[in-house]
């Protein structure tokens, strides 16, 4: 079944057309990142547009959501007046199934678990046009390059790793769930028109060396902020020869560069994968459209002139590397890894090896990996270290166990998890006899921050590709180098591991029982979707208040977060999962990852209230209990990571009417706009320091809140005197209309109902 075959071929049919009205009205040579992004104007008229300044609207074709994201998506939508999705539309069930002891275990527990959210889930889907992809199907993103992705197309999702679709020479984006509503609702979706960051790649990659390595090498080139505001666009010979998945692998860790998303162009691995997934029909269209689906020569030829920054990457001389530990844009070539372990002293001993995520669970990487499985066998080694397996799709999965490859990570002691995050976002039961320990794992997966994969911040956690994860786990060692080191089997030989091998495709084609998708009813307008009042993980939203029409005074300080505050530290994942969809049980989670300042202590703040001593939602629900409202104040970067809305409407809940940091990342500063806070950066960051404990707080401005006119911040200290900040924000005139509304959503239900 090919989905959205009549939207695909529609939409190839008016494509040279509409390239060649862009290209004659922007009067030069385009960037296909240009291309599809003009492609997708809401409005069919042309300009040219002011790359990391004009907000535009677009029209995507597609929203897809993951199971958690959904809810408080859904949720929402529901309150905006539609009765059927504009735009296809689905929800995937991956987040909610908690890695424990094996895939069919539980994946049962998850559907006894969470079986009223996937219920809840399920019947929105149902009446109101979703397509609904059940619990073991697969995980989000690589359903949706499987599926979906198409190039030249335009998708967002409720996940920062929908950039995944990019390796299909999609535009995918991740958003919060209040952009998915106005999607899902026909109305245009808003972005600040991204700058574009080119990265070339010439030569060939050979031996160890993998697509993984390309991002792992960019990560820390350019850090975790490096690619905010932009599209990282890859090109050359390099980036052709490239597999359809590997290039996925490359665009869906962009998320942990900052970046809006990352983007090949099509050609015959991209072909080639459209084949291999039963997708003919859509190869067939996009072959005729070819040169529309990739950049204009001349933009290759002079990269330079056309993208804000240039990279350049030879893949003949790079080397596998490793991220990691506690941020993935730490990058070390293995060459140089073993020194770093040792003068950083992390643990040496690897505990537990981790392959699959949305990442790197294609056939390819599974193929590669279980190579070395292979080796493993013959060479008489078993893994050192515990080691888990978790396939991207039922599609993976079936074929893989098909094919005999599942049976070789079994032989040497692994374990094959179930086809979701499992791991990868803290859905995780560690085996574990000392939970607090000092400890090294390494990963396939993109994200490491402490606590992430299992709630210890003494987890050292590192990202490689599954290769390396395999070898090491073999190994059980951080020092281990595959290039060059040997092991000693069960017979005391020396023995090495030669360079991994694998297949981009299965040789007998890709099979499946049920892949697990259930299409939406045909008229669901006699569904009722029942939500439990006395439910704990579901609840219906109540309309944020609108915006009282004055500047705002006697805001109280909620916290003044210091160093890393990312949506993990906001709005935990693992156990809070759960909460997903009733805000206020999960609001009790709000900011308490995060350090106070004043103390460098989690979850301990100054109540203004009582001037006690409490954790951050006690305090946050004494400051509302007593009709006041609050601010949070951050440093760089604030609230990198996930696309997790919860992270914004949390604040919002317990009476935060304003966020002011040094630098915001851009899924979550648009995140706090949708639910009418005021997102503010200090126009000096050294302003930060003048922020004192038991503060009082004055927004001056709002009367004539306008685009590009900054507001103040005054700062009413304990001692009588104030100081006056100068606080910048990136509000155009429909966001300020969404703080005035008192959300996007406001906005939204005043013009569809």
């Known amino acids: 079944m090919v989905f959205d075959l009549n939207l695909i071929q529609k939409y190839y049919q008016k494509l040279p057309n509409q390239i060649e009205q862009i290209r004659r009205t922007l009067g030069r040579p385009l960037t296909l990142t240009e291309k599809i992004l003009y492609g997708h104007l809401w409005s069919n008229e042309v300009h040219e547009h002011r790359r990391g300044e004009s907000y535009v609207d677009f029209a995507p074709d597609r929203v897809a959501m993951q199971d958690a ?244 990457i030879d893949l003949n001389t790079l080397e596998p590397h490793i991220n990691g530990p506690f941020t993935p844009d730490l990058a070390t070539p293995i060459s140089k890894f073993a020194e770093a372990v040792k003068e950083n002293q992390w ?20 193929s590669r ?80 921050f402490a606590k992430r994969n299992d709630g210890n911040p003494n987890t050292h956690s590192f990202v490689a590709f599954p290769e390396i994860v395999t070898a090491m786990t073999i190994a059980g060692s951080m020092t281990f180098n595959p290039l060059k080191d040997t092991l000693t089997n069960e017979n005391g030989e020396q023995v090495s591991l ?59 300080l909620l916290i003044k977060a210091k160093g890393k505050c990312t949506t993990d530290h906001i709005s935990m994942a693992g156990p809070w999962l759960k909460y997903r969809g009733h805000l206020d049980n999960i609001s009790n989670n709000l900011l308490t990852g995060a350090v106070n300042a004043f103390n460098e202590k989690t979850d301990h703040v100054l109540n203004p209230i009582n001037q006690k001593y409490e954790g951050v939602p006690q305090v946050g629900r004494t400051i509302k209990a007593a009709g006041e409202y609050s601010l949070v104040v951050g440093e760089e970067n604030y609230g990198e990571g996930s696309s997790r809305e919860h992270a914004a409407m949390e604040p919002r809940h317990l009476a935060v009417r304003a966020v002011i940091v040094k630098s915001f990342a851009r899924i979550h500063e648009t995140n ?27 927004i001056i401005g709002l009367e004539n809140f306008g685009p590009d006119v900054s507001l103040t911040l005054v700062a009413n200290h304990k001692d009588g005197t104030k100081t006056s900040i100068e606080a910048k924000h990136t509000f155009n005139e429909t966001q300020i209309e969404w703080f005035r509304a008192g959300s996007a959503l406001n906005k939204i239900k005043a013009k569809l109902t």
């Open 498 to 556: 030669e360079e991994p091998k694998g297949l981009d495709f299965p040789p007998l084609g890709f099979d499946v029982e049920d892949a697990g998708y259930q299409s939406p009813a045909e008229d669901g307008s006699k569904i009722k979707v029942v939500v439990d009042p006395n439910s704990n993980r579901l609840q219906l939203l109540e309309s944020f208040s609108p915006w009282e029409g004055q500047d705002l005074k006697g805001l109280k």
């Open 347 to 366: 643990p040496e001993k690897l505990e537990v090896g981790l392959i699959g995520s949305c990442t790197n669970s294609s056939y390819e990487d599974m």
């Open 672 to 698: 706090l706009k949708k639910q009418g806070v005021l997102a503010l950066t200090f126009a000096k960051p050294s302003d930060y320091d003048r922020i004192l404990e038991n503060d009082t707080f004055d």
């Open 369 to 448: 990996s279980a190579s070395l499985a292979q080796q493993a066998i013959e060479k008489k080694l078993k893994v050192k270290a515990e080691f888990t397996v978790t396939p991207g799709s039922e599609l993976v999965r079936y074929t893989a166990e098909r094919d005999g490859i599942l049976e070789k990570f079994g032989q040497i002691g692994g374990v094959v998890l179930a086809n979701a995050c499992g791991p990868c976002i803290g859905q995780w039961a560690r085996h574990n006899d000392n939970p607090e320990k000092k400890n090294s794992i390494i990963t396939s997966f993109n994200r490491n």
């Open 69 to 312: 994201t959904a809810q408080m998506a859904l949720l929402q939508f529901m309150q905006s007046g539609r009765d059927k999705v504009a735009v296809p539309s689905t929800v995937h069930c991956d987040h909610l199934i908690q890695a424990k002891v094996g895939a069919e275990k539980d994946l049962q527990t998850a559907v006894d678990t969470n079986q009223e959210v996937y219920d809840f889930l399920q019947s929105v889907s149902n009446k109101f046009g979703l397509g609904f992809w059940k619990p073991g199907a697969g995980i989000i993103h690589q359903v949706v390059l499987e599926n979906y992705a198409f190039p030249g197309g335009m998708m967002i999702g409720t996940d920062s790793h929908t950039p995944n679709a990019g390796g299909l020479g999609m535009i995918a984006i991740g958003v919060g769930g209040a952009d998915a509503v106005d999607v899902m609702a026909g109305m245009p979706w808003e972005l600040k028109f991204p700058k574009l960051i080119g990265v070339k790649l010439t030569g060939r990659m050979s031996g160890w060396t993998s697509a993984k390595d390309i991002i792992l090498k960019v990560a820390g080139i350019l850090s975790v902020k490096g690619g905010t505001g932009c599209i990282v666009e890859y090109f050359g010979e390099g980036a052709d020869a490239l597999s359809c998945t590997g290039k996925g692998t490359i665009c869906n860790m962009g998320a942990e560069i900052g970046a809006t998303t990352s983007l090949f162009a099509y050609g015959p691995q991209m072909e080639k994968y459209l084949r291999g997934t039963k997708r003919a029909e859509v190869a067939d269209a996009a072959n005729k459209v070819i040169e529309h689906l990739r950049g204009d020569q001349e933009v290759y030829d002079q990269p330079e002139k056309y993208y804000d920054q240039v990279i350049e």
